[in-house]
């Protein structure tokens, strides 16, 4: 058996002793004599599942009682529909877009109502966080939404916007505990799992209790009201449930690393190897503006499309695979989440440096 270094944008690299676990427990879950993947969803072993990784979630993060956490399905993509279906009271929202993923939500939203674009940095192909201090935000809007850290484009919001007084809604996914959260600021934030906690399949939701309501517009689903499953304690109908007891793991795995202070920590580092080497070398560049930079996915280029393949195909070779960028953006992007270990890291910039001196 051999394993790679997997820079994969999602479904992503996951930590080597969840896999281990989970291939341990795969025939006989704890004496069941049955897989998770097997398992009633209405069974005490599963229960018990579900509500240990809501448990783990929940301190990792610090979340208040006011908060219900929910799991889902259907991608974080629709979440771009549930959120204006369940909170677009007034038929008017914020968004700010900040790469392809807040786009689509933008537009999904106008679906709705009016959507309104209070910031965008689109007119430089989404390389920068725009200045959020200050923005034109409507009135009567019901909420002001964010993509948190732009997976395609590998920028981050550094300090979150100035919501003045309006509920904030988040997509985290690509950067979910990956660091602590100031909690307080946000009204709800949610991600689809396949980036950084778990396989693809499973969305969790946080919400604040109160928004929780039947009060949804007019022909909402019953499946797509966060009601119906907050209500059901995500078992409204069958869960996700392989991939929330694999979620569950990762949570144990981030605890047994020290939390999400120690993540932070360990992905600062991890990143400063990936951008010191870009800011240092002449045949590899990053993409971002250096205050925008993402901890999670660094797009980088050398300039000649020709090298950038050779380089993504040699880079193959050895043992890092998915270096290719977003079909929508080219070049290359290393996505370095929580479980890519410091030495895939380095190894990469070494293979890098190597590459660079052999093609001068
Ligand atoms: C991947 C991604 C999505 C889309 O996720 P799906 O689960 O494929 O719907 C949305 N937002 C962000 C930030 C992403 O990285």
């Not at 870009?278 to 901890?295: C, I, Q």
Request: aromatic share 10%.
């Amino acid at each position: 058996m051999s394993r790679v270094y997997n820079f994969s944008a999602g479904p992503a690299v996951l930590p080597e002793e969840v896999l281990r676990e989970a291939a341990e427990e795969m025939l006989d879950y704890k004496g069941t004599g049955e897989s998770v993947m097997e398992m009633s969803h209405r069974s005490k072993e599963f229960e018990a599942i579900i509500q240990e990784a809501e448990k783990d979630f929940r301190e990792l993060l610090g979340l208040p009682d006011d908060f219900k956490v929910l799991f889902l399905q259907g991608g974080a993509s629709q979440q771009f529909a549930m959120i204006p279906m369940n909170f677009m009271k007034n038929k008017k929202a914020a968004y700010i877009v900040t790469g392809q993923w807040a786009k689509k939500a933008y537009k999904e939203a106008q679906i709705f109502g009016e959507a309104v674009a209070v910031a965008s940095s689109e007119d430089k192909t989404f390389s920068y966080i725009p200045d959020c201090s200050d923005l034109d935000i409507p009135e009567d809007a019901d909420y002001l939404y964010i993509c948190e850290n732009n997976t395609i484009y590998g920028t981050k919001f550094k300090e979150l916007p100035n919501a003045k007084g309006h509920r904030l809604i988040s997509d985290v996914s690509s950067c979910f505990l990956s660091e602590p959260m100031d909690i307080d600021k946000y009204s709800m934030f949610y991600g689809g799992a396949q980036k950084n906690i778990g396989p693809a399949g499973v969305v969790i939701a946080a919400i604040r209790e109160d928004m929780i309501t039947e009060d949804c517009l007019p022909g909402t689903p019953t499946m797509l009201k966060y009601k119906t499953h907050a209500d059901a304690d995500s078992l409204y109908n069958t869960p996700p449930c392989y991939g929330i007891y694999i979620c569950g793991k990762v949570f144990k795995w981030i605890k047994s690393m020290g939390g999400l202070s120690a993540m932070k920590e360990h992905n600062e580092k991890k990143a400063a190897i990936l951008y010191d080497f870009l800011d240092s070398s002449d045949m590899f560049k990053g993409t971002v503006e250096k205050g925008s930079r993402s901890l999670m996915n660094v797009p980088f280029v050398t300039g000649d499309d020709e090298l950038n393949a050779k380089f993504i195909s040699e880079a193959k070779a050895a043992g890092f695979i998915n270096l290719k960028g977003h079909r929508s953006v080219g070049g290359m992007r290393a996505s370095i989440y929580n479980a890519m270990p410091m030495e895939g890291v380095t190894k990469l910039v070494e293979f890098m440096d190597k590459f660079e001196k052999e093609n001068k």
